[in-house]
């Protein structure tokens, strides 16, 4: 497994975490107002299409009243259908948006970068720097009753040690876990150059198939 790879699932995981309140996005998604074909249904907005997708808002909204014409178990509010920004007004397919929201975990439009309106995460932002050796943080979180300042939760550099401020985890059951996912992701403390996957080059059992 490329060294790449591995720092970048790294990194997913660490940003997983990082995210406070999951469950707000998917609240927002679906408070996301419904659009009406007779919106479009127009010679001027007829051929309007998400700017993610590419396809016609009108196509969107058949699909969706075509799911729910077939009541398919497979629906979902996240699937079907057109809505739109509020702060900005831009206008996508809901699933196109949906991802963008709830999967990429993006707090702007896709088209214009104005913030969509989520609550604001703590003061502990995933997205700051990773503080340098030696350097310590000026951020602090809020304060207790007792004035004392509690551990931050975004990752701090302590000499040789990165501290990710985990909730509930001391410096040793960290580097236990890193170890742990370090160990898999290099295919379970194999080479890092080399694949956790067997391959087999003998295609014989395929001959059937041409």
Same mark, same amino acid.
């Given at each position: 497994?490329?060294?790449?790879?591995?720092?970048?699932?790294?990194?997913?995981?660490?940003?997983?975490?990082?995210?406070?309140?999951?469950?707000?996005?998917?609240?927002?998604?679906?408070?996301?107002?419904?659009?009406?074909?007779?919106?479009?249904?127009?010679?001027?907005?007829?051929?309007?299409?998400?700017?993610?997708?590419?396809?016609?808002?009108?196509?969107?909204?058949?699909?969706?009243?075509?799911?729910?014409?077939?009541?398919?178990?497979?629906?979902?509010?996240?699937?079907?259908?057109?809505?739109?920004?509020?702060?900005?007004?831009?206008?996508?397919?809901?699933?196109?948006?949906?991802?963008?929201?709830?999967?990429?975990?993006?707090?702007?439009?896709?088209?214009?970068?104005?913030?969509?309106?989520?609550?604001?995460?703590?003061?502990?932002?995933?997205?700051?720097?990773?503080?340098?050796?030696?350097?310590?943080?000026?951020?602090? @979180?809020?304060?207790?009753?007792?004035?004392?300042?509690?551990?931050?939760?975004?990752?701090?550099?302590?000499?040789?040690?990165?501290?990710?401020?985990?909730?509930?985890?001391?410096?040793?059951?960290?580097?236990?876990?890193?170890?742990?996912?370090?160990?898999?992701?290099? @295919?379970?403390?194999?080479?890092?150059?080399?694949?956790?996957?067997?391959?087999?080059?003998?295609?014989?059992?395929?001959?059937?198939?041409?």
């Amino acid at each position: 497994m490329d060294f790449r790879e591995s720092e970048y699932d790294i990194m997913s995981f660490l940003e997983h975490l990082a995210d406070p309140n999951p469950h707000e996005r998917n609240t927002f998604v679906e408070s996301l107002p419904k659009l009406k074909e007779d919106l479009f249904n127009t010679p001027e907005h007829r051929d309007d299409r998400c700017p993610i997708c590419q396809e016609t808002f009108l196509s969107c909204l058949a699909l969706e009243e075509m799911a729910y014409a077939m009541d398919s178990p497979a629906l979902s509010p996240y699937e079907h259908g057109v809505t739109k920004l509020s702060t900005c007004g831009h206008i996508f397919c809901r699933k196109d948006i949906s991802k963008w929201i709830i999967s990429a975990r993006k707090d702007t439009c896709p088209t214009c970068r104005t913030p969509i309106g989520l609550p604001p995460r703590s003061s502990s932002d995933s997205s700051s720097p990773l503080p340098t050796s030696g350097t310590p943080s000026t951020r602090s @979180g809020p304060r207790s009753q007792n004035g004392t300042s509690p551990a931050p939760a975004f990752p701090t550099v302590e000499g040789d040690f990165v501290n990710f401020n985990i909730p509930g985890m001391g410096r040793q059951q960290q580097a236990e876990l890193m170890a742990q996912l370090t160990a898999q992701l290099r @295919g379970e403390g194999g080479n890092m150059g080399e694949s956790p996957y067997q391959y087999d080059d003998d295609r014989s059992e395929f001959a059937g198939m041409y």
